[in-house]
């Protein structure tokens, strides 16, 4: 399965794990890269430091190339995007921020950028201060998203933009990926598919709950203060809904969610804990490895694209 987005990545499939915060650490990146894939460890709000060690980490277990999410809006994005380079990580993925000014280093030092994006406005952006490609993340994703449906943006983008799409948001399967290539798209980001394969590292409480998982068990908090989160219903969504429909304060709002993804990763706690996954859950039945996971997606995506052109 060769597109641009797996020549330009230097990766076998064109299949990206999600950096995400707390999730997305060295054993899940590296089991992914040496799947075919592209893992990505994700820095969030992390010290530099902390980065720097699971990056080395991760490279004991994978000759592969990997990368590092950085969200921009952390206190350390400055030293992180000086790692990247240091350490020479092949492929950053940024949120939260605009990249440009780490543009000129990362480009001279070869590493691939990919901006995630929820709009075309900001994927013209990205690709004018010289991404490489782009994620086009639609709403249906876990964690902080935008408004508007992968179905719709990804296509959008695409037209848009002369550089290569990856599409996230909702995709678990091989029809997923599939519909995804028809959109538009040359690769696929998916983050809750992987959060439950074997070499995860989050609390087996966290898995459990997204095995058990239906259609409708995900709930977006933090619509009317700016700050939109997809993640499974429980005791701390009802709760946080309750008071932002009641219109209690953006600061009481945000206590309730402090730590809240730890407290769910690290400690188990699925309750009052913010357990992030995207739409997808409902399709994720079993936990396998990340390389199980990776043929299993290739095999379904072959099967629905007989006798379509896309591959090269």
Known sequence: ????ITGLLGIEYPIIQGGMAWVAEYHLAAAVSEAGGLGLIGAASAPAEWVRDQVQKAKMLTDKPFGVNIMLMSPYADEVAEIIVEEGVKVVTTGAGNPEKYMKMWKEAGVKVVPVVASVAMAKRMERC????LVAEGTEAGGHIGDTTTMVLVPQVASAVNIPVIAAGGIADGRGIAAA???GAKGVQM??????TKESQVHDNYKKAILKAKDIDTKVTGRTTGHPVRALRNQMTREYLKKEAEGVSFEELELMTLGGLRKAVVDGDVVTGSVMAGQSAGLVEEEMTCAE????LIKETDSMMKG???YE
Request: proline share 0%; aromatic share 12%.
């Open 130 to 133: 010289g991404a490489n490609c």
């Open 308 to 310: 379509t052109s896309f």
């Open 191 to 196: 983050g809750t598919h992987f959060v439950v």
């Open 181 to 183: 290539f028809m959109l």
């Open 293 to 296: 996971l990776i043929q299993k």
């Open 1 to 4: 399965m060769k597109t641009e």
